[in-house]
């Protein structure tokens, strides 16, 4: 029975991150955001009617689903920019995790499974500025995690960087910014012109 607890060494316990492997972070993560993306073009139905429709008809219940399919385009284009990011994050920067960035990625996980609730809503009630209101808060929520974890990426003394020069972590700093920033001009701008805030959530794809 001694011979169980003689055999952990000193330090064992502290030293349990390096047993955390970069690989099955991201693989997890690459496979949420998949299944994220894919959930967001179920709520665009097929229009259904009980009678015969005339094409004139299809037509008008095609653009009656307008509302979710920008939503649905807005949404993959966020995602998207997210995606890069955080593959960069983990390609370019963070050379090995810990426990404490994997738990910020875990709630940067969380926050992006959200946006099918919030894109949905953003669908069904593209009138609202609640609705505007919810869908930004996400999206910010989501750009705040990750730049957190660049942050702690950068600056950890256990996490190992890629070479990178002062130039490149700034663009890398600034695309992960832009999407937030964009979210929180998005929710102003809504009291004045919802398209305009739609335009604007996706806007920073250009800059990918």
Do not use: C
């Amino acid at each position: 029975m001694s011979g169980i607890f003689t055999t952990q060494r000193p330090g064992t316990l502290r030293g349990t991150s390096a047993l955390l492997t970069k690989d099955r972070l991201e693989t997890l993560s690459d496979s949420l955001f998949a299944i994220v993306m894919t959930i967001l073009i179920l709520d665009i139905k097929v229009p259904v009617s009980q009678v015969p429709l005339s094409d004139l008809q299809l037509r008008h219940s095609i653009q009656s689903l307008w509302p979710l399919i920008s939503s649905y385009v807005v949404s993959f284009l966020v995602l998207s920019m997210f995606w890069m990011s955080h593959h960069v994050l983990f390609h370019a920067v963070s050379k090995n995790v810990n426990r404490q960035l994997i738990t910020l990625n875990m709630f940067f996980l969380m926050f992006v499974a959200l946006i099918p609730f919030s894109a949905h809503l953003l669908g069904t009630y593209s009138e609202y500025k609640t609705a505007i209101l919810v869908y930004g808060v996400n999206v910010i929520l989501i750009g705040v995690t990750l730049v957190s974890m660049l942050a702690y990426a950068l600056y950890s003394r256990e996490i190992k960087n890629g070479k990178l020069t002062p130039y490149t972590i700034h663009r890398i700093k600034t695309r992960i910014m832009l999407p937030p920033v964009f979210a929180m001009l998005a929710i102003l701008v809504s009291s004045y012109s919802i398209p305009l805030s739609l335009v604007l959530f996706a806007s920073p794809i250009i800059f990918n």
